[in-house]
């Protein structure tokens, strides 16, 4: 199994340019996230999903859009880049929510430079 | 959800036992104790987890205070590839929200 796997590793935009970063898992995990970590800070929440087709808000939500059209992948869309979204963006999934045993497996991250 | 506090930083010799101290002492009924480390800026890697009673793993053990007010990460003996932020969290059911503090920082020398 490859886990979950994050495509592009690395990508310097522009103010103003879009991009979208792809998920993939696969290990049949219903549910699956965005965070992204700035430096010397622990991670925080973008978007994610509870299954295909379904979307919610995290903690950091705004300049943000996802999809989830296949169960095995998740994307993040940035539709207007803002230096401010300079960051690591990590993706990780999980069999479900919350406690109890459900932990969350993470990809390796995209280094995003925005200028 | 429960706030945590972890110290800063910590050093430990390789080979010997390393202590990893997590404060909670707001912590609820329902809400488990999560460790997860990150090694270099790699993705976040779940280690284990525990609500009341002690847990141990082939990664490590959590010892939860009986009022569950603390915990400690225990990695019986360090090697230098232990070196990483660990991460202590309070994690309620059925939420989505894994909230990250900025951890300990640990480092194994030779």
């Known amino acids: 199994n490859a886990g979950v796997t994050q495509t592009p590793k690395f990508r310097v935009l522009k103010t103003g340019q879009s991009m979208t970063l792809l998920c993939a898992q696969d290990?049949?995990?219903?549910?699956m996230y965005w965070y992204r970590q700035d430096p010397g800070m622990g991670l925080r929440l973008i978007h994610y999903s509870v299954g295909e087709g379904t979307t919610a808000k995290g903690e950091v939500p705004d300049g943000y859009n996802v999809s989830r059209l296949k169960k095995q992948n998740f994307l993040l869309g940035l539709e207007s880049a803002a230096p401010s979204q300079t960051s690591v963006y990590f993706c990780?999934?999980?069999?479900?929510?919350?406690?109890?045993?459900?932990?969350?497996?993470f990809g390796p991250g995209t280094r995003l430079t925005v200028t | 959800d429960a706030k945590t506090t972890q110290p800063t930083s910590m050093d430990c010799a390789e080979g010997r036992a390393a202590n990893l101290p997590c404060n909670h002492s707001t912590i609820s009924g329902n809400e488990y104790v999560y460790w997860y480390r990150q090694i270099h800026s790699q993705g976040p890697q779940y280690i284990i987890h525990g609500l009341k009673n002690n847990e141990t793993n082939e990664m490590a053990s959590l010892i939860i205070t009986e009022d569950r007010k603390s915990s400690t990460l225990i990695l019986p003996h360090a090697t230098l590839r232990d070196t990483a932020v660990y991460y202590c969290?309070?994690?309620?059911?059925?939420?989505?929200?894994?909230?990250f503090g900025t951890g300990t920082r640990l480092q194994v020398f030779p």
């Open positions: 290990m049949n995990h219903e549910y």
């Open positions: 990780a999934s999980s069999y479900s929510l919350g406690g109890g045993g459900y932990e969350q497996y």
């Open positions: 969290i309070a994690y309620p059911r059925n939420t989505d929200k894994l909230i």
